[in-house]
């Protein structure tokens, strides 16, 4: 215990007695470092928002759609050539599947202009077309005002609900309720706004919309058009079985074979979220690997400079091993002063790493998250590569010969 704390002692005494040169040495490994507890931030920050995010659209509801969802590369001609998914697959669901309690039929067009007499939103508005039980199949609420009704929704009259965003843009400090707004030159009366909700994932949001009724929407966007069937399950603990229901209820009217791929998506949160978890593992890997480059730089660095610390203190080690020191003494000196060296780079980059993390959750409002076993990881490696790039000088420094040593200027 004596000799480590004296190697500790010494390795510290070195570090300070040139610290330029020690922190120039120690960029690739701070580089590295701070890159993996800045991502590993950034992805469990995005964990949390999407796990936050998705318990918005319910707990027991579950969507089917003709299109994939998620990340990825898909061949999209080959999903336009399955058959749309329509009003009436929601109504046999409804009436077929017993798990089911209620189906919300939808489609939306984005990139939309709204406007008023004396104002407009950009074109970035989201329309949506829906059913009167869009609201507890999708996890909106009601901020002011109503939802469209059954007789509204079959008359498809001209009556729209309005996201905060789009009521903030057209009625800044006024109450947008009974007032009319345009969309593609139509007129609608708003007769309510939403619940404020956020944004998705921090890139879209979720207040920027109006909805209005599907045999609304329909003439002014195309009838021939997938719906997207929101469902709800009866009872939370009912959603398996209800997803059960409804595939085997569509494949059987889409004359679907047993052993034949399915030409819908049933879309849950559990598989966006092993979506987006796939997503994360690409990123942590490059991460890794990115880390893994510098900290091989870094290490170079370290090998450098302590073959230079060799040479420099030539005379020192030989004056130690005149005196009795053995070979693993002097092994362990010059080891100990490789990892100390590497590790404080590693403690350099995970105080980095952490600022960039509370500067991002400070300036954008992301929930960044450093995970404890980023920390340890990180300085293990860091620590792990000042040991192996450590080695051959420390050898180098046991393997000398005393007298030869004494004799070096």
């Not at 120690?26 to 928002?49: F, N, W, Y």
């Not at 017993?98 to 074109?123: F, L, M």
């Given at each position: 215990m004596r000799a480590f704390l004296d190697n500790l002692r010494l390795a510290f005494g070195t570090f300070l007695g040139?610290?330029?040169?020690?922190?120039?040495?120690?960029?690739?490994?701070?580089?590295?470092?701070?890159?993996?507890?800045?991502?590993?931030?950034?992805?469990?920050?995005?964990?949390?928002?999407?796990?936050?995010?998705?318990?918005?659209?319910?707990?027991?509801?579950?969507?089917?759609?003709?299109?994939?969802?998620?990340?990825?590369?898909?061949?999209?001609?080959?999903?336009a050539k399955r058959p749309n998914l329509t009003v009436d697959d929601a109504r046999a669901i409804v009436e077929?599947?017993?798990?089911?309690?209620?189906?919300?039929?939808?489609?939306?067009?984005?990139?939309?202009?709204?406007?008023?007499?004396?104002?407009?939103?950009?074109?970035?508005?989201?329309?949506?077309g829906a059913t009167p039980e869009y609201p507890e199949t999708s996890g909106i609420t009601i901020g002011s005002g109503r939802f469209f009704t059954d007789t509204e929704a079959v008359d498809g009259r001209s009556v729209a609900v309005v996201g905060v965003d789009v009521a903030d843009a057209l009625f800044p400090g006024a109450d947008p309720l009974n007032h009319e707004i345009r969309i593609k030159g139509r007129p609608f009366t708003v007769i309510g706004v939403l619940q404020r909700?956020?944004?998705?994932?921090?890139?879209?949001?979720?207040?920027?919309?109006?909805?209005?009724?599907?045999?609304?929407?329909?003439?002014?966007?195309?009838?021939?058009?997938?719906?997207?069937?929101?469902?709800?399950?009866?009872?939370?603990?009912?959603?398996?079985?209800?997803?059960?229901?409804?595939?085997?209820?569509?494949?059987?009217?889409?004359?679907?074979?047993?052993?034949?791929?399915?030409?819908?998506?049933?879309?849950?949160?559990?598989?966006?979220?092993?979506?987006?978890?796939?997503l994360s593992q690409v990123i942590t890997i490059a991460g890794f690997g990115v880390c893994l480059l510098s900290l091989v730089v870094g290490g170079i660095g370290i090998l450098n400079i302590m073959l230079v610390s060799v040479t420099e203190r030539t005379k020192e080690i030989g004056i130690r091993k005149a005196l009795g020191a053995r070979r693993r003494r002097?092994?362990?000196?010059?080891?100990?002063?490789?990892?100390?060296?590497?590790?404080?780079?590693?403690?350099?980059?995970?105080?980095?790493?952490?600022?960039?993390?509370?500067?991002?959750?400070?300036?954008?409002?992301?929930?960044?998250?450093?995970?404890?076993?980023?920390?340890?990881?990180?300085?293990?490696?860091?620590?792990?590569?000042?040991?192996?790039?450590?080695?051959?000088p420390a050898y180098r420094a046991a393997r000398l010969d005393p007298v030869e040593a004494m004799r070096s200027e």
């Open positions: 040139n610290p330029l040169r020690s922190l120039l040495t120690l960029l690739g490994i701070v580089i590295g470092v701070t890159t993996v507890i800045t991502m590993m931030a950034l992805i469990e920050g995005l964990r949390i928002k999407v796990n936050r995010d998705l318990s918005q659209l319910g707990a027991n509801t579950f969507q089917t759609t003709k299109w994939p969802s998620g990340f990825g590369r898909f061949n999209w001609a080959k999903y077929s599947c017993p798990s089911v309690g209620a189906v919300g039929p939808a489609d939306d067009e984005g990139g939309q202009k709204v406007a008023t007499a004396s104002a407009e939103t950009r074109p970035s508005v989201r329309v949506y909700r956020g944004s998705f994932l921090g890139m879209m949001s979720m207040d920027n919309m109006v909805i209005m009724p599907l045999r609304t929407f329909q003439p002014l966007y195309g009838k021939n058009r997938s719906l997207d069937l929101n469902i709800q399950a009866r009872d939370p603990t009912l959603v398996t079985k209800a997803q059960d229901e409804v595939t085997n209820l569509l494949r059987r009217r889409r004359d679907v074979g047993p052993t034949e791929e399915a030409n819908f998506e049933v879309v849950t949160n559990e598989s966006m979220t092993e979506s987006f978890n796939q002097i092994l362990g000196q010059f080891a100990t002063e490789a990892v100390i060296l590497a590790l404080v780079g590693g403690v350099i980059g995970v105080a980095v790493g952490f600022g960039l993390a509370f500067l991002g959750r400070w300036m954008l409002g992301f929930p960044t998250v450093v995970p404890p076993w980023a920390v340890a990881l990180s300085l293990g490696m860091s620590s792990g590569v000042g040991l192996i790039f450590g080695i051959y």
